[in-house]
């Protein structure tokens, strides 16, 4: 069921939401790199054009700079072992000498070529052609995909929008920013329709639940290991093998005792007694301990103590219809939050509700697997998308009305990067405290996803200061704020 508020309107006859029609149309380069960055591909089909299999283990970071499209990517092909590297993504096969990447010295760590379709034989590093292995349509993907960020926000500059927006009230400003978020709550359920189709609901929801585990430095590792779900949960025995089978195959488990802390080498010993008897079964599922990025992480963080948590709901089993339980129950405003902690909680764990990660001190107390701020992320990005779509895929419009109250009722999240330059270039520094909702802070980054990132400090050719003139004339004409016809 598509959003047809004001904004999305809008963005659709601006471009920003710039539809491919059909699958013989040449895909923009930027659309390329944003299927890239996000995977948007089926991923255990891809194949390089000599025919090796391809498994992206880190698609690697969007360069701002000049030289390879991504940086430090982590690629295995064939039997090969993983291999770090840059990614160059190109239309044609024929880009890595027309494009002059052959003669440039910037380009001689690319360790794949991704391509929309090969034109000649390749003659530099291993080509992937991506054309048909898309997750879904290319007219849907641009929808989601082409104004994904690659590129960073660039910083300190007051933008051509902050004059207008400064015109609306608060009210208008308010419904403004939540038709936005209503395109963006939609986006992330078109996600997971798109890998439902391919992989069911469940594995959809799990694969969003351990990215959303993974924010923000370690979503692809956790991806990695959802997409494997069927393979390690399969016979698990005890609660204590899942964990064992996660933190063995996410190869953070580490070799050797602290032969300091005698309740971890106890727990260490209990996880490695059951992963040596069967990492060989796993071998496909290992990741290497580089992959994650572990510098800078606050203990509470770290991803070993994620995955214990992780471990916990797949033994559990119940989590899939405890969101739909919760989703069906009748909660006010003010419990939403609290209500959906209690669906992620899990009971004491003897090591892990003690420790943050294996190397850190018995705490004084006992903390829980789950702060209540990843909650509101979970929510935002995950749970209500994933019930938002299913309610729409079951024609169940009386749910999705329920599922949007909760979406613009849902408190706000923890402060960003992104929400403080947006504050700063559109609401000219409005405080931190401008966002009651989180939906509020979800529909500011859909205008910065939508507007800001393709444009430059200097807003040239941005489009959103004519928005927002159309916006405040319409709600003149109609004499005050409308409700969202979402
Ligand atoms: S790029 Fe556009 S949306 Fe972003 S600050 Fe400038 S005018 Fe506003």
Request: overall charge positive; proline content about 6%.
């Amino acid at each position: 069921m598509p959003i047809t508020n004001f904004y999305a309107q809008w963005r659709l006859r601006s471009g920003a939401a710039n539809v491919l029609r059909d699958n013989r149309d040449l895909p923009p380069e930027r659309l390329l790199q944003a299927v890239w960055q996000h995977q948007r591909l089926h991923r255990d089909q891809l194949r390089t054009l000599d025919g090796q299999t391809v498994r992206v283990l880190h698609p690697g970071f969007g360069n701002a700079e000049s030289g390879p499209d991504f940086r430090n990517a982590l690629v295995q092909i064939g039997d090969a072992p993983p291999r770090a590297g840059d990614v160059e993504v190109d239309l044609r096969t024929s880009g890595w000498r027309t494009h002059g990447h052959d003669r440039n010295p910037a380009f001689q760590n690319v360790i794949l070529h991704v391509v929309w379709d090969a034109d000649r034989a390749a003659s530099g590093p291993p080509v992937l052609p991506i054309r048909t292995a898309l997750d879904a349509p290319l007219g849907e993907l641009s929808l989601w995909l082409e104004r994904e960020p690659v590129k960073p926000l660039p910083e300190k500059m007051q933008g051509r929008c902050s004059a207008p927006l400064r015109e609306l009230s608060p009210e208008s400003l308010a419904e403004l920013l939540r038709q936005a978020a209503a395109v963006r709550l939609q986006a992330k359920a078109e996600r997971f329709q798109a890998r439902a189709r391919h992989v069911g609901w469940e594995q959809a929801l799990w694969e969003g639940l351990f990215r959303a585990l993974g924010y923000k430095h370690n979503v692809w590792p956790m991806h990695c290991l959802a997409e494997n779900r069927a393979r390690w949960s399969a016979g698990a025995t005890s609660m204590l093998a899942l964990q064992a089978r996660l933190l063995g195959s996410s190869g953070l488990l580490p070799a050797d005792l602290s032969r300091a802390q005698i309740g971890t080498d106890s727990y260490l010993r209990r996880v490695w007694d059951c992963w040596w008897r069967e990492r060989d079964e796993f071998t496909d599922c290992h990741l290497p301990r580089s992959l994650w990025r572990l510098h800078g992480l606050r203990p509470a963080n770290h991803p070993q103590r994620r995955l214990a948590l992780a471990a916990h709901w797949v033994w559990a089993g119940t989590l899939p219809g405890a969101l739909e339980n919760w989703c069906a129950a009748t909660l006010p405003d003010k419990s939403l939050d609290d209500s959906l902690l209690r669906v992620f909680q899990v009971g004491a764990d003897d090591f892990w509700s003690w420790h943050w990660t294996f190397r850190s001190a018995r705490l004084p107390k006992a903390q829980p697997l789950l702060g209540a701020t990843r909650v509101t992320d979970l929510a935002v990005n995950v749970v209500l998308p994933w019930l938002w779509t299913r309610a729409g895929e079951g024609q169940n419009e009386t749910l999705q009305r329920e599922i949007e109250r909760r979406y613009y009722a849902w408190p706000a999240a923890e402060d960003n990067a992104v929400l403080r330059l947006a504050r700063q270039r559109l609401l000219g520094g409005a405080a931190r405290g401008v966002f009651r909702s989180a939906a509020a802070q979800q529909g500011l980054m859909q205008i910065v996803r939508d507007f800001c990132d393709h444009s430059n400090a200097l807003c040239k050719d941005c489009r959103f200061p004519a928005l927002v003139s159309d916006w405040s004339q319409e709600h003149r004409d109609v004499g005050g704020t409308r409700a969202s016809d979402s």
